[in-house]
Every structure is written in structure tokens, then in C-alpha cells.
């Protein structure tokens, strides 16, 4: 593999401006992150940042109180508080060390994505991903299977600990495979050393406590740095199983006409992913992972039987994955049933409220997705692009509905809303009309809450269309 610290830009220093952009860019913290760097005296931050972080990246001392922490402990909803496990703990690490890492993570993550070293199905801290993908991937993939009339066995696995466990030295491995070595690797080895934390409830703090593996937490280079590590884990998977990674939600598929081939193909997947986590120290458990037999087939049928170690994978009818509910039939009539309590099927409430109805919203999420996908020529899931005869299919079986992708691209067509955006732009009304809604009816909606409600579907279809 080429060597990536022979890029031009890969070797330059940092400088005092991008650590600063840096800190405005982040996501969290960031007014703290910003106010402690201007806090910081003038000559520091510009002798610096050119001296002092010079040194931590091409002469490689690293700062011992980069390696510490605090843990503050937040208890989560409806746990008990007497047992330890029911907090989440939240690690607080050094300011300047963020700005540093963001800087480093920033090179790192586009060296990763321009020589695609991360495998194209792992969505999980990557720029232009999300869980969609995972849900889109799995969804095509039973359609798929329904059209075809075959089963579709879909396996969910829970890593137990996955962050807490990560192996220090595969990370350092996979990064020299990739290529990177001199100061990244150096750098990385440094961070990951040895590291403390001690644990603060009000105003009482603990002993030093050493966290001799796992990828700390709290830090920003620690979800790259764990995908790094993750990133081998799908290419053990067989060519007749297919899968998606989203951080450690792992989910893998096969599809065919006979259980017995398809029990045989994915005992073969969990035994070759058995064998990885246990070089790489991760731990899974069979009652925690899932199993769910996709299939429409009205004649009596067993359920498949997976194994990890001595115990068996339950099979369930539903599964919740990803934050959505997928049922055996793809119904989603539990998914729906959940979503009751959190919605309100009121659409005047919809309009008080200033918030575009819910087709409306789906049509948003549709196009969001359409569009973020086709503007990517080398999208890793193509999942805009159903074969010949796969189209036939869904045309001679009426019957089955086609996967979401499909329905997004035939709801998005930009010859036909580029003709009729103007309209709707200039007339709200109508496009309320389109979404069942009567802009006449006074109880629904009086004069001023309609003005009030229109502006922000107007808001909408503007940012949709411009």
C-alpha cells in the first residue's frame, strides 16, 4: 500500500489560526472550547502554537495532562441509582488537547476517505453518513427478498463494551497497513499510551485510576480512531452474507430458497466473526444479539438456528434497529404504533405550531436523502438503482411494495418539480392543498395563524428547492 505521509500537505505544522478554526468548528462545547483559547495570553497562543505544538507533533513530547481525565457520572433515565452501571460517565479532557486532536483527526479522516481505507458499508462518524443508510440497506434488502420469494435471515449483534474493549494495538496495526506511519502514528501511540482519569461527584474526587485499554473517552479523535479499528471486521464477511456496520451495531444478512443453505452460510459469518473478536478482545453475547426471519411464505416453514459458542441466537418477530422497528412481514405496524405516542395526527396542531405537516416532513426526508446520495457520483450503496429485471418484477407483483429508494426517486422528479417549484413558492396554499390540508376552513386555521403557519413551509420548500 502506498505510504500516505508522502502527501504534500501531510507533514506541514500546525499554526495557531487552524487550531482556532478548529475550536469554532466543533460540535461540542463550543463557546467553552473558544473562550478558553482566547482566554489564553496572546504570546501563548501564537508562540504556540508554533513552538509548543511543534514540538508535541515532530519532536513528539507529549504532554503528561493530556492523558487525564475526569469522569463525571450522569445517572440515565429510569436506571437505578445504587447500582453503578446505571450512569453514564462523561470525561472531561484538556482544552488545548481537543484543539490539537481536532487538527490531527481533520488530516486523518480526509487521508482515510481519499484512499478509502474505511470499508464503503460502515456509516457510523463519517461526513455525509447516517443511520439511513443502514435502514435504507437492510429495507432494500428485504423487499429484495420479498419479490423474489425467498427468505431473508438478519442477524443484529450487540458488542458488549465495544469502546471499553478496543484493542490499542490492532488500531495501531490497521493504521500501519493503511500506510500511516512517521508523525501520525507516533502521535497516536503517545495518545493511546497510558492514560488516568479520576471520577468527580460535586465537589469529592477519586484516586487516579489507569484505563489501560479501550480508546478513551471524551476525546475527539476516539470515534476515528475506533473506526480504524473496526474497519477490518467486514471484510470477513463471506460473498454470500451481506452486511452494514454502524459503529458497533453490526447487522448481517443472507437471502436464498432453502433454510438449510442459509443457516449453513451464516453459521459459517458468525464463526469467522467469532474468531475476530476474539483476536481483537471484543466480546459478544448470544441473548443480547437477535435473530429475524424475513419471509412472506404462507407454508410451514422452521426457524433458522444460529449459534455463537454453546448458545443460540433467540429469533424474534421484531427487532428494533437503528431506532426504527422492523417486524418479520415489514409492516411496520409496531414501528407505527410506537410512533402514536410521541405524534399527533391533528394537523391544525401542525400549523399552530409552526411545523409542516407529516407528509409533508416525509417528502423533506425523502428528498434530503435523494439528493445526498446523487450528489455523490461513487455513493457506496447505489441504492438508486434497481435492476431490469427486478423492475419487471415489481410491475408483473403489484402486490409488493418497492423498496424506499425506489419511491424517493419516482417522489423526486427534477424535471417535474423544477417546473412547478416557482408555483409553490409563490402559493403555499396549493402545496397545502396537495397535503389534504384546506386553507379555507376557519377551524383549522384562522387568517393569522395561516400566515403564521405558511411561513414555514414556505421556509421549507425553499431550502428543498434552492
Not at 483559547?37 to 511543534?54: D, I, L, W
Not at 481533520?106 to 474505511?118: A, D, P, S
Not at 456496520?245 to 438449510?260: A, E, K, Y
Not at 457520483?377 to 407483483?397: D, H, M, N, Q, V
Request: charged share 20%; net charge positive.
Amino acid at each position: 500500500m502506498t505510504n500516505l505521509s508522502q502527501i504534500s500537505h501531510y507533514g506541514k505544522s500546525l499554526g495557531v489560526q487552524k487550531g482556532k478554526r478548529k475550536c469554532s468548528q466543533s460540535k461540542t462545547s463550543e463557546s467553552e472550547a473558544i473562550l478558553q483559547f482566547e482566554m489564553c495570553p496572546h504570546s501563548f497562543r501564537q508562540r504556540p502554537v508554533n513552538n509548543y505544538g511543534k514540538r508535541v507533533w515532530k519532536e513528539h513530547c507529549f504532554p503528561s495532562n493530556w492523558r487525564e481525565a475526569i469522569v463525571i457520572p450522569i445517572l440515565k433515565p429510569g436506571k437505578v441509582t445504587t447500582d453503578p452501571l446505571s450512569y453514564r460517565p462523561i470525561a472531561l479532557t484538556s482544552c488545548f488537547c481537543k484543539t490539537f486532536e481536532r487538527m490531527v483527526n481533520t488530516r486523518l479522516v480526509y487521508v482515510l476517505e481519499k484512499e478509502k481505507c474505511i470499508s464503503p458499508q460502515q456509516s457510523g462518524f463519517r461526513k455525509g453518513r447516517s443511520t439511513l443508510d443502514n435502514l435504507v440497506f437492510l429495507e432494500f434488502q428485504i423487499r429484495d427478498a420479498f419479490v423474489r420469494r425467498n427468505h431473508l435471515i438478519s442477524l443484529f449483534f450487540d458488542i458488549e463494551q465495544a469502546y471499553d474493549r478496543t484493542w490499542r494495538y490492532g488500531i495501531l496495526c490497521n493504521m500501519n497497513g493503511f500506510g500511516l506511519r512517521e508523525n501520525h502514528l507516533i502521535f497516536i501511540f503517545y495518545f493511546l499510551a497510558v492514560r488516568y482519569f479520576h471520577v468527580r461527584i460535586g465537589h469529592s474526587s477519586s484516586h487516579k485510576f489507569m484505563q489501560d485499554q479501550g480508546v478513551p473517552q471524551g476525546n475527539v479523535l476516539s470515534v476515528t480512531l475506533f473506526n480504524i479499528h473496526m474497519s477490518s471486521i467486514l471484510y470477513h464477511l463471506p460473498p454470500s452474507a451481506r452486511g452494514m456496520l454502524f459503529v458497533d451495531d453490526l447487522q448481517v444478512s443472507c437471502q436464498g430458497s432453502g433454510m438449510r443453505l442459509i443457516e449453513s452460510q451464516l453459521q459459517t459469518t458468525v464463526n469467522r466473526l467469532v474468531k475476530w473478536w476474539d483476536q481483537n478482545g471484543h466480546m459478544i453475547s448470544p441473548s443480547k444479539s437477535s435473530c429475524v426471519h424475513f419471509c412472506r411464505k404462507r407454508n410451514l416453514h422452521p426457524d433458522p438456528v444460529i449459534h455463537i459458542g454453546n448458545g443460540q441466537i433467540p429469533v424474534v418477530s421484531e427487532v428494533r434497529f437503528l431506532g426504527v422497528i422492523f417486524d418479520f412481514k415489514l409492516i411496520f405496524l409496531p414501528h407505527v404504533l410506537y410512533l402514536q405516542k410521541k405524534t399527533s395526527p391533528v394537523t391544525s396542531l401542525y400549523v399552530v405550531c409552526h411545523q409542516p405537516p407529516l407528509e409533508l416532513r416525509r417528502r423533506q426526508l425523502s428528498a434530503n436523502y435523494f439528493i445526498r446520495a446523487m450528489s455523490v457520483p461513487s455513493y457506496p450503496l447505489k441504492p438508486f438503482s434497481l435492476a431490469i429485471g427486478l423492475t419487471r418484477l415489481y410491475e408483473a407483483r403489484s402486490f409488493n411494495i418497492k423498496p424506499f429508494s425506489e419511491i424517493a426517486k419516482a417522489d423526486w422528479n427534477p424535471g417535474k418539480h423544477n417546473v412547478v417549484s416557482r408555483t409553490l413558492l409563490e402559493s403555499p396554499e396549493v402545496l397545502l392543498q396537495g397535503c389534504g390540508i384546506d386553507s379555507k376552513k376557519q377551524e383549522m386555521l384562522d387568517v393569522d395563524q395561516g400566515q403564521v403557519g405558511l411561513a414555514p413551509l414556505h421556509q421549507l420548500m425553499t431550502g428543498i428547492y434552492s
